[in-house]
């Protein structure tokens, strides 16, 4: 990541520990959330992969090419799994967020490490196109507000107590660290 170290590994932290949670979720799950929860750790694990700091781990020229064919293929299946019929909205997320993988590790592999015109703060030139990195900010800050107002409960207050009408799902907080995430990696693209 081109980032600051800091970010980097803080992103590494959280996006790892998403992932590994995901992980366990298989092994403890329904064979129905299997696909969703995987595709969730593979998002998290890849994320992480990808944080790391260039300072401590340089995939040029490997890993690019490498992270474009795994989220391609990611993206792909989910775009699969939309196309016949199925409508939770997980899976276009999962294929929306797989793209904008292939998309950053190819733009951050396509910037140069060093060079004249730098952009301001960040030690680094600005990688990828404009308009489709504002896209997907906005994509992915809608979707962090949207998982937000889903995270936070809902309060009946009946004869003088508050009640809540369910608790939070930890699917929906590790959904939110992972938009998260890929705001903050877009952010430092």
Do not use: K, Q
């Not at 989220?71 to 899976?91: D, I, M, P, Q």
């Not at 793209?99 to 030139?125: C, D, I, K, N, Q």
Request: glycine share 12%.
């Amino acid at each position: 990541m081109h980032g600051p170290p800091l970010v980097g590994w803080l992103l590494v932290a959280l996006c790892a520990a998403t992932g590994v949670y995901c992980l366990a979720r298989i092994r403890a799950g329904a064979a129905t959330e299997h696909r969703a929860t995987g595709g969730d750790a593979l998002m998290g694990l890849g994320m992480a992969a990808m944080a790391v700091p260039t300072a401590v781990l340089d995939t040029r020229p490997w890993g690019a090419p490498l992270f474009a064919v795994i989220f391609g293929a990611a993206g792909l299946h989910a775009l699969v799994v939309v196309a016949r019929g199925r409508t939770e909205s997980h899976h276009l997320h999962h294929a929306v967020g797989a793209f904008a993988m292939v998309y950053m590790a190819l733009a951050m592999a396509a910037a140069p490490m060093s060079g004249h015109a730098r952009h301001p703060g960040t030690g680094h030139e600005p990688a990828g196109t404009p308009l489709l990195t504002g896209l997907l900010l906005v994509y992915f800050a809608v979707y962090v507000v949207r998982t937000v107002a889903v995270l936070v409960p809902v309060v009946a207050v009946t004869s003088g107590e508050a009640t809540w009408s369910g608790r939070p799902n930890l699917t929906n907080a590790c959904r939110l660290s992972m938009g998260i995430g890929m705001l903050a990696m877009l952010l430092t693209l």
